[in-house]
């Protein structure tokens, strides 16, 4: 602490003054200039010690203006400017100040552009647009619910601009969080014209009764070809006939061969901890949200244009689109990159974060948590959410650590989302790990949408035990198969379960099966027989980008930042023994609809699992005309077993004439009934 005393704002009748131990006198009193001539006394009503400081919590009566400046004087004559802090924090502060049908962002045609901007703490506001031409300033006006307004009679398409404010102690400048496309340098925003959008052309109509979804990044499915100018381009990861070094089908052809009904793609909005202008400087994986409208131009062929990015992913999702397969976005809500200097943030300050105390709190482990119960925070995610559908033609979205994001918010975005797309797919990471779950959209809260889809972790950890060879609890597994939906365990319907055994910051099954030290000779096998259970299980299947490669990442868990010699997806590694097996196992799970059945509510078809003596499972599905038996073996020991009647569909275990099961593996086997 600089001054003597800091006093802040904390409600609309509370001023914290926290004072230096060494500067604290018994007989210090306070009071707060309104003007020259008007002095308000500071009661005091609270003295805490904590550490090295002093907190005096003292009351007023004053109907105080938010939008000036005030200053609090001590008996000792010295003078501190009034810091708005917790009053932000405040029901009253988020019920008068929501300004829920204000248009924010800048509203472009070709004859005015009209600016908005929400910082119901600044004194003033300011906007600077800069062109190749010229330089221009200009006031705004304060309007309702802190909403800043200007309408500018000029065609101002393709200019950039900023804002200039006052809030405490100093100007400050930032772009507009609402902005369609931000600089490279995090200074600026671009007024668009959306007029000269890429226009897309084609829309996956058929409902998709049993999503698969394939996780991918733009940069590591893309820089293995070195040769090419768009290595880790918006434009190579759609191009169509890439190769490895063998000849053989890679990157965007090979996931269209494989089957699969979504790609979801790792985060493609504006983030941090990259240069956007020297793009292979710096690798990461982008979960550093600066922007929730804007798109990253690290992917695009030229970052300083602001259109160009915007036109690239349009068109990108358009090539998968008219390749028949539907598109997920990945999205960061729960947290932002660089907190301080977030732009809403600024504008706003202490508004946007939950705090633990005076800190803010990182139960997200990425120094911040967004607040998004509060109005204007559930605002923007919503907001951003319906332009990124409507304006991308989006499938779905995937949602970065959800159990941090409130209950209200994910229901009510979901609502809205599903009006424009009915078959959209919502789903996340629904840890609980917030300091109050109960209010929180984790996998355990039963407030949460049916609808909407979690990670299932306790699938991920028992699956991969018992693939790897161990024997698990056979109700454990069990449930896990019948996306831990059986007595409504953990969800009310399997497919709010997202099955997966490798995600990407998880280590790879492979490195996982290094680690634990299973035999060479069976690492094919195992990843194999994880991918059946994966694919075969009740619930949504999810498959990790290189995951039927056997990716290994060096045995490192969360390689968010460590560059594309650790990232890359090596197309070399295409196993067409594995690739046939994951193609056969997709096909059976899109023919066979008693899946699609069973996995929205389990009384749907005729479900039975039993564990043999070698700890082999029996998986039974039957529909009204057939049956599908499902074998998962995990040990290397021979089995007799009798199987009459029944067809081979698919299998990596050696079945002999249908009376014995060799190997690690898995069998599919049909039977009419």
Known sequence: MVNDFCPYLDSFNTITIVIKKENYKDDLSFSLEIDNNTKVSLDITKKLVENDVVKLITF???????????????????????APRFITKTSLFDTYYSSLDAKLGPIYNNEYTIFR?????????????????????????????????????????GYKYRYF????????STYDPYSLSISPDNLYSYVIDKNKFYIQKYNVSNVVSSPIIYEASIRDFTSYFKDSNFRGKYDLFTKEGLVNNSGILSSFSHILSLGVTHIQIMPIFYFGGVIEEDEFSKYNWGYNPLGFFSLSGIYSKDALNPYLRINEVKMMIDNIHKNGLKVVMDVVYNHVYMPKSFSMNKLCPYYIYLYDGDAISERSGCENDLDTSKNMVRKIIIESLLYLLEEFNLDGFRFDLMGLIDTITINEAYKRLKEKKDDILFYGEGWAMAKDNSIMANMYNKLINRDISFFNDNFRN????????NKVNHNVIKNAILGSSNLRSIFRTPNQSINYTECHDDLTFYDFMIKRGVK???LKDRAILSLALVLLSLGIPFISEGQELLRTKNCIPNTYNLGDEINMINWDNLDECVISKIKELIDIRKTYDVFNKASKDLKNVSIDIKFTHENTILFKLEDDNYELLMIFKNSISNENIKLDGYKALSNSLDLFDFKELRGIGYAVLFKEV
Request: proline share 1%; glycine share 2%; charged share 35%.
């Open 462 to 469: 028992n699956i991969k035990e018992y693939s790897i060879g």
């Open 60 to 82: 007023f009566e004053y109907e105080i203006n938010l939008n000036k400046i005030y200053y609090v004087i001590s008996s000792s004559d010295r003078r501190e400017e009034l």
């Open 520 to 522: 060479t000779e069976e």
């Open 165 to 172: 404010f006052y809030v405490y102690k100093k100007e400050e």
């Open 117 to 157: 901007v929400w910082s119901p703490l600044s004194k003033y506001m300011r906007i600077e647009l800069i062109n190749d031409i010229e330089t221009l300033t200009f006031d705004l006006t304060l309007k309702d619910k802190g909403v800043w307004e200007i309408k500018i009679n000029k065609d101002l398409e």
